[in-house]
């Protein structure tokens, strides 16, 4: 993400020539959600008898309490460690105070070792254990985020009453409202999908974040309104490695939250807010390259894709079930994997088939181009665990040669009810995912990515705070 290699010692630097006042040290809860405290510049110089970048909080690391953070510690054992990982520093381009954010990798200070929830240091564990199967070097990832923008959201809960209400100026179910005056322009349901303004409404603020993006180091390649009605949105990073996609995840919701948040409006990566219209998903692009060669090319394969990547997509299909449980993980994410929809249900692949799970893009014929997309995940993932699980489940196709059989490239809107059967789908709901994830999750542990606890407490985390408490609910 930033343009030279970054070291405590430049970083002191640019603390001084640029005078920053704060540092902002960001980490990642077990579910997603990025977590921060902010220190002073000046705790930054370690030990005053010694080099100020190697002393100190550059060795030594802060502590925190682990046990209040989703996933993490009981509050028997709560002290935890964070380290900071100087590459990763970047001006906070949101913070009003000239800040500069480092995230921060966690490990525990009786053992010193990483900790083994977190998921940064899961997603380093992915990586690692790629380069040690010698099948390639690089993951290459690039995850197509969808997400709304609502001007109003309100929701209740309570012992006598239950409700959610949204808005958004340019909702379709607002053509008739008194707005002093109504200009219409209102995208008609499944109709948001490219049209220029003022139907986008959109477009001036999708360039504001796309340059707060940019100003933070993301790499955009392009933006644009999405198919449902009210602001449904899209913005695309350039596909990096494993690791930095899912640093580079992180900044982009910051940034698209905060940015909305500024101009009094709201955005939700929620898979499925809207009723009978589109829903957001993420689609991810994947390729794995060895010695700059992309391993996933072979110019007389089907779509141009070789044996290698058919047995990748192998890995993902006979995983998917799994694979929900961390891609697809809550509740509202199996309101938008409906069967008989756009949605991307069917366990098949296939090129330019959108209703696929793994689809095989053809824009190109460019060797270093040739990738798969995986059709099923959403926004409400945890980054670091989804790419890195969708890594190991295709690596796992590879290591056992596991044949995704022929490439399905009817239109499964107009199969038979008989043809539709035998089509094996993605679970129907978050229990029917943490199901499978319970009784297949080996793949995951190899090289030690995943630790048996990480999955326990990943499965009991969704069962209860999650299915059991939204079962209680009216």
């Known amino acids: 993400m930033a343009s030279e290699k970054m070291t405590p010692e430049k970083i002191l630097k640019k603390v001084?020539?640029?005078?920053?006042?704060?540092?902002?040290?960001?980490?990642?809860?077990?579910?997603?959600?990025?977590?921060?405290?902010?220190?002073?510049?000046?705790?930054?110089?370690?030990?005053?008898?010694?080099?100020?970048?190697?002393?100190?909080?550059?060795?030594?690391?802060?502590?925190?309490?682990?046990?209040?953070?989703?996933?993490?510690?009981?509050?028997?054992?709560?002290?935890?460690?964070?380290?900071?990982?100087?590459?990763?520093?970047?001006?906070?381009?949101?913070?009003?105070?000239?800040?500069?954010?480092?995230?921060?990798?966690?490990?525990?200070?009786?053992?010193?070792?990483?900790?083994?929830?977190?998921?940064?240091?899961?997603?380093?564990?992915?990586?690692?254990?790629?380069?040690?199967?010698?099948?390639?070097?690089?993951?290459?990832?690039?995850?197509?985020?969808?997400?709304?923008?609502?001007?109003?959201?309100?929701?209740?809960?309570?012992?006598?009453?239950?409700?959610?209400?949204?808005?958004?100026?340019?909702?379709?179910?607002?053509?008739?409202?008194?707005?002093?005056?109504?200009l219409g322009y209102k995208p008609r349901y499944k109709e948001g999908y490219f049209p220029v303004a003022p139907h986008d409404s959109l477009q001036d603020l999708r360039s504001e974040i796309v340059e707060t993006m940019e100003s933070a180091g993301l790499e955009i390649e392009v933006h644009h309104h999405e198919v449902a009605t009210a602001g449904q949105c899209e913005i695309d990073m350039k596909y990096k490695d494993l690791l930095k996609m899912g640093d580079q995840m992180m900044w982009f919701k910051y940034v698209i939250k905060n940015v909305c948040r500024k101009h009094n409006k709201v955005a939700t990566f929620m898979p499925k807010p809207i009723f009978q219209d589109n829903g957001s998903g993420m689609h991810v692009h994947q390729s794995l390259f060895k010695d700059g060669k992309n391993m996933f090319f072979d110019p007389k394969g089907y779509a141009l894709i070789s044996q290698t990547c058919k047995y990748?997509?192998?890995?993902?299909?006979?995983?998917?079930?799994?694979?929900?449980?961390?891609?697809?993980?809550?509740?509202?994410?199996?309101?938008?994997?409906?069967?008989?929809?756009?949605?991307?249900?069917?366990?098949?692949?296939?090129?330019?088939?959108?209703?696929?799970?793994?689809?095989?893009?053809?824009?190109?014929?460019?060797?270093?181009?040739?990738?798969?997309?995986?059709?099923?995940?959403?926004?409400t993932c945890n980054g670091y665990l989804a790419l890195s699980a969708l890594l190991m489940a295709g690596l796992d196709g590879i290591e056992n040669k596991i044949d995704p059989g022929e490439p399905f490239d009817k239109d499964t809107y107009t199969l038979s009810a008989k043809e539709s059967k035998k089509l094996k789908t993605v679970p129907g709901s978050l229990e029917q995912a943490v199901n499978a994830l319970e009784k297949d999750h080996k793949f995951l542990l190899k090289g030690d990515v995943f630790t048996q606890d990480a999955i326990n407490v990943w499965i009991n985390y969704k069962r209860t705070k999650e299915i059991d408490e939204r079962r209680s609910m009216r």
Request: hydrophobic letters at 30%; glycine letters at 6%.
């Open 312 to 379: 990748y997509i192998g890995g993902l299909l006979k995983h998917a079930e799994a694979l929900s449980a961390i891609c697809s993980p809550t509740t509202n994410s199996y309101k938008r994997l409906v069967p008989g929809f756009e949605a991307p249900v069917n366990l098949v692949y296939s090129a330019r088939n959108r209703s696929a799970a793994v689809r095989i893009p053809m824009y190109s014929e460019n060797p270093n181009a040739k990738r798969i997309e995986y059709r099923p995940p959403d926004n």
């Open 16 to 182: 001084k020539d640029e005078n920053i006042k704060f540092i902002d040290l960001k980490f990642n809860d077990l579910p997603g959600l990025w977590q921060h405290f902010t220190i002073t510049a000046g705790q930054l110089n370690g030990n005053p008898d010694s080099d100020p970048a190697k002393g100190g909080i550059w060795a030594e690391g802060i502590g925190f309490d682990g046990s209040s953070i989703r996933g993490f510690q009981e509050i028997q054992e709560s002290d935890m460690i964070l380290k900071l990982e100087p590459d990763t520093a970047i001006i906070d381009p949101i913070c009003e105070h000239p800040t500069l954010s480092i995230i921060c990798d966690i490990f525990d200070p009786v053992s010193k070792k990483p900790y083994t929830r977190d998921p940064r240091y899961i997603a380093k564990k992915a990586v690692k254990y790629l380069k040690s199967t010698g099948l390639a070097d690089t993951c290459y990832c690039g995850p197509e985020q969808e997400f709304f923008i609502f001007d109003d959201v309100r929701f209740d809960q309570d012992q006598r009453s239950g409700y959610y209400y949204i808005d958004s100026i340019e909702a379709d179910w607002n053509t008739g409202k008194d707005e002093k005056p109504n």
